[in-house]
């Protein structure tokens, strides 16, 4: 399925791409394909496992002229050249369409509408990588992150 970004296309080639499901089916894919457990508070209880973070040293911003002054460069914002953007991106969508199931989630940062932008975000739900539930805590993080109204 490809998956616009604006003037730039993704193309993921993978047997099921969910875009923007609903929380309920998001409920049942992780209950069913995860392992996860629907608490007697509705919450839904997943296992992260070992690696329950992200490092904040794993981060790189792509040195571009037109942003390069903008960023405050040091040992969180490290740059990384086009090519090294390339090879990420290349990796990622291998990983990605080595997968049965990728969800989608559409919304927005930021409730300002003069401030707000467009999100899009490809994720797993997938008990070997042990990632929680992340599509349904993507959604519930961006404004509109259950809905596709106007993100095309």
């Known amino acids: 399925m490809a998956i616009g970004l604006e003037a730039r296309t993704i193309d993921i080639k993978t047997a099921e791409v969910l875009r923007n499901a609903p929380p309920a089916l998001l409920y049942e ?4 394909r995860e392992g996860a457990a629907i608490l007697s508070s509705g919450a839904l209880a997943t296992f992260s496992g070992v690696k329950t973070g992200r490092s904040p040293t794993d981060k790189r911003i792509v040195d571009n002229p037109a942003s390069s002054a903008d960023v405050w460069w ?8 086009d090519e090294s953007f390339m090879a990420c991106r290349r990796q990622a969508l291998d990983f990605l369409e080595a997968r049965p199931t990728v969800y989608v ?7 300002d509408s003069t401030y707000k932008i467009k999100v899009r975000v490809i994720e797993l739900l997938d008990a070997s990588e042990r990632r929680g539930h992340a599509p ?17």
């Open 29 to 32: 894919h992780a209950v069913a």
């Open 74 to 81: 040091g040992s969180v914002n490290i740059p990384a050249s």
């Open 136 to 152: 349904n805590n993507v959604a519930n993080c961006l404004v509109g992150g259950h809905v596709q109204k106007g993100m095309d």
């Open 105 to 111: 989630v559409d919304g927005y940062a930021g409730w």
